[in-house]
């Protein structure tokens, strides 16, 4: 095999192993993690035994591991014989965005990692640097195990809130100031994020009986992963939810509410373009039942769009998941409600 002989080149090898010749230069600059040969003209030629120690790195980071400490199990070298992690870099403006720059940012309160009232440290704050380390390489692979077992040992709310949405606004707050680059990053991100919570979802059965949640965008309104994962959140639960998904029609939500008598409905609004109070109010106001014992569903209000005044009777507006969680669980609580359970 031609490459066991004469090895493979630094683009080759980042090809092979989905990151940027950046990130390989890295790790060899900064830890000693390099080609044992070199041809003619110094230039790098990979063998088949520096590949594994790079694939091992892969993996190791991949997990959320960071690469200072990836780099001493995979040489077996104490911290102190490592090279000075915290040495400048050179990266091109070209260059694809090097897995250490993808951080996870705090949450919406503008507050910062690291200032003791940031995201948490430890193993959560560990899996989100590992999920993005592993979007930034298009490892999807990765990404899907990590997000199975973030849920499975931290539970969906936890999941959702402590890694993905961290997560997510980091890789979108990158392409934002990168002159859109990285696109595809997010898009790949977004649909793993998709996936984990509809599995989630799909793997719980219903416990509980009674009218069903219904989870629907707003017209115009294209972002569903808020609302799936509340849908996961409450099959997680045991409740029953029909899921609508994204940008409904005002008919056809007025339809799915009729045929369905829900005891909740959930609207979406990411926008304050796209959220219609109108539109709330009239579906707060459809009732349906038998003459003389007729209901209306609780409306929740979700999403930034409805940012505003209070709302009027039967909306009500959840300030995130946990809390949208909460007021829904109480209705299902609530036999007077007509949840049937």
């Not at 780099?71 to 090097?98: I, K, N, S, W, Y």
């Not at 309160?109 to 704050?125: C, E, I, T, W």
Request: glycine share 12%; proline share 9%.
């Amino acid at each position: 095999m031609p490459e066991a002989t004469h090895g493979v080149t630094t683009g080759a090898v980042a090809r092979r192993l989905g990151v940027s010749p950046t990130t390989v230069r890295s790790w060899e600059q900064r830890y000693g993690i390099g080609p044992a040969v070199r041809s003619s003209g110094r230039h790098r030629r990979w063998m088949p035994g520096d590949i594994a120690l790079l694939e091992e790195m892969c993996r190791l980071t991949a997990t959320g591991v960071p690469p200072g400490e990836a780099a001493r199990v995979v040489l077996g070298q104490r911290p102190e014989a490592l090279p000075d992690e915290t040495a400048p870099l050179p990266v091109p403006e070209t260059a694809p965005l090097p897995v250490d720059e993808a951080e996870p940012v705090a949450h919406g309160d503008g507050r910062q990692p690291g200032s003791g009232n940031g995201l948490p440290l430890g193993d959560v704050r560990q899996e989100c640097r590992g999920l993005a380390r592993a979007a930034v390489r298009l490892d999807s692979t990765s990404m899907e195990a990590l997000l199975r077992q973030v849920i499975d040992e931290h539970g969906l709310v936890t999941a959702w809130e402590e890694v993905m949405v961290p997560t997510l606004h980091a890789v979108g707050r990158k392409w934002e100031s990168s002159n859109d680059r990285y696109v595809e990053v997010e898009h790949l991100l977004s649909w793993q994020v998709s996936t984990a919570l509809r599995r989630a979802a799909v793997a719980r059965t219903p416990t509980l009986k009674g009218p069903p949640v219904v989870l629907a965008c707003v017209p115009a309104e294209a972002h569903t992963l808020p609302l799936e994962a509340l849908a996961a959140g409450l099959a997680e639960q045991g409740l029953p939810v029909r899921m609508f998904g994204g940008a409904v029609p005002a008919e056809a939500l007025d339809a799915a509410v009729r045929r369905s008598g829900p005891a909740v409905v959930v609207l979406w609004s990411q926008a304050r373009s796209t959220a219609s109070h109108a539109l709330a109010r009239h579906v707060a106001g459809v009732s349906f039942g038998l003459r003389g014992a007729r209901t209306a569903p609780l409306v929740l209000l979700a999403g930034p769009g409805w940012a505003g005044p209070p709302p009027g009777d039967g909306l009500l507006r959840p300030g995130g998941l946990r809390e949208a969680l909460t007021v829904i669980s109480s209705v299902y609580g609530d036999p007077g409600h007509g949840a049937g359970v």
